[in-house]
């Protein structure tokens, strides 16, 4: 057996070796693919006029003079624009004042104590699946206090880290109310539908009930695998740090003090994003007309400055938990709890740097979207019955989703085939986003082309207690489960829905 694991250890690549091997393989096969002419057209539905209009794309070179300067002379820039860097160390600051402090280790230990094991990991679930309100900042808050939540309580904290970013991943395409992302898929959605019907329109709550649905049973899916299949198999963690930890009057003291004064800063918050009401809406962007975009648009200050308002919240939780608790005593401990979570992070950096360099790489050859309108043309020449076609847009979407992350993107390739196509079958805009949304939540943590992937990757290496590394592949195989049971389940939803004649949500129905 110890030999068996020796030799394991010799051929597992150590992530950032993943990367780079990555890397390399993305240079020569965009040399390849360009050198043999590989490209793909697409439809996209003109804003203004209505009509189609062909695009072109086709893979870009980076085994050439000029494709080693541009990894030359905008890797360095990437690293520093990668965006999971910026946030992940901002919310560390607040995640730091509160892990110092004895914040977490109280809430998270009075958590764990008052609740049972599978009720702790479905809430973590749910939070997680919901989240997606909360756009991408979502992985970087919930995956090291998932962690920690299971630390304090006892379990091994990679039990924590794969359950949030299975909940994450699979609800990625989950949301109770209209996120920024929905809003631009509902805009080309309608374009698409324009095409055939010039005064098509979506409403707000066009995917209510099917979403409560959904969100449910993925929730209860990706808790049973986890404690089923995936907790049994994690080893015990032995931390030297967890001690036993009784909690006081002096500890519930400070617990009610700073959730008291998170109350009070996140009332305050809340009530300057409703428009209104006197003195409020002051973090909107008054120059929009619907409320999402006033609350998602690039000049809302909800939007520009979510990331520092949460950090802000977690700083207040931490600090005035501390005064109540008396574990923060003079300004020195204060600075001491900012620096706490990012000691030790110089590797997670380095992984960082290779990630964004790999996403930054492969998105330049355009290889991804090349595959996507690919498929798009696919669906342009598809003249099935409604649930074959439901179904092939479904694993459409989940193919698509590995090469190419971004909703936003593959929607607007896709949406001026599908739509149309879909219509022509009877099937209407709403349940076509729908399905292309579930799509997504299948595959969307299965590719290390996800940003967010390598939060989740770092994390998983520091709570390692094997002396292998977890390479990439491993981390990935711990969500395959969660992919292929969660999407069973939303293509059986997706399909009941179909057979009964259930609405989807308010004043929309799957058959137009």
Wanted: proline content about 3%; aromatic content about 12%; overall charge positive.
């Amino acid at each position: 057996m110890k030999k068996i694991n020796k030799i394991k250890e010799k051929i597992t690549l150590h992530p950032i070796m993943s990367f780079l091997v990555m890397i390399f393989f993305v240079i020569v096969l965009s040399g390849v693919l360009s050198l043999i002419g590989v490209g793909a057209s697409y439809n996209t539905v003109d804003a203004t006029t209505g009509d189609y209009e062909k695009t072109l794309v086709s893979v870009e070179s980076l085994f050439s003079l000029s494709g080693l300067k541009y990894i030359f002379s905008n890797t360095v820039s990437n690293f520093v624009n990668f965006t999971p860097l910026s946030y992940l160390i901002i919310i560390l600051i607040g995640i730091g004042i509160m892990e110092k402090s004895g914040f977490l280790r109280t809430a998270f230990t009075l958590i764990t104590k008052l609740c049972r094991k599978n009720v702790v990991t479905f809430l973590l679930v749910l939070v997680s699946v919901l989240s997606s309100i909360a756009g991408d900042i979502a992985y970087v808050v919930i995956l090291p206090l998932s962690a920690l939540l299971f630390l304090y309580g006892k379990r091994n904290p990679q039990i924590g880290l794969i359950a949030s970013f299975a909940g994450l991943t699979c609800g990625s395409g989950l949301s109770l109310f209209i996120t920024s992302i929905d809003s631009s898929l509902i805009s080309s959605s309608i374009l698409g539908a324009k095409i055939l019907d010039k005064s098509y329109n979506i409403n707000t709550f066009a995917f209510l009930f099917i979403m409560i649905v959904a969100i449910i049973l993925v929730s209860l899916a990706v808790t049973f695998i986890t404690e089923t299949f995936i907790a049994p198999k994690m080893a015990a963690y032995d931390s030297k740090d967890i001690k036993e930890f009784k909690i006081t009057k002096r500890h519930l003291r400070g617990l009610i003090i700073g959730l008291g004064a998170a109350i009070l800063y996140f009332l305050f918050f809340v009530y300057n994003i409703i428009p209104g009401l006197p003195f409020s809406g002051a973090l909107l962007d008054n120059s929009q007309v619907n409320y999402i975009d006033k609350l998602f648009s690039y000049n809302s200050f909800f939007s520009n400055g979510f990331v520092f308002v949460i950090t802000m919240l977690f700083v207040i939780l931490g600090f005035f938990y501390g005064i109540g608790a008396k574990t923060i005593k003079n300004n020195k401990d204060v600075c001491d709890c900012f620096g706490h979570s990012l000691d030790g992070i110089g590797k997670t950096l380095v992984l960082i740097f290779f990630a964004s360099t790999f996403i930054s790489i492969f998105k330049k050859t355009e290889i991804g979207t090349v595959i996507v309108a690919s498929f798009a043309n696919l669906i342009s020449q598809m003249d099935f019955a409604s649930i074959p076609l439901i179904i092939a847009l479904f694993v459409i979407s989940a193919i698509s989703t590995i090469f190419v992350p971004s909703s936003i993107l593959k929607w607007s390739i896709l949406s001026g085939s599908a739509v149309p196509v879909m219509m022509k079958a009877g099937l209407s805009p709403e349940i076509t986003q729908i399905v292309f949304r579930f799509g997504e939540c299948v595959t969307m943590g299965l590719t290390p082309l996800l940003a967010y992937f390598v939060i989740y990757l770092a994390l998983m290496q520091k709570y390692n207690s094997e002396e292998s590394p977890i390479g990439i592949f491993k981390s990935l195989k711990f969500i395959l489960p969660f992919s292929l049971l969660v999407g069973l389940i939303l293509l059986a939803i997706i399909i009941i829905f179909y057979i009964i004649g259930l609405p989807i949500g308010i004043g929309s129905n799957i058959i137009l």
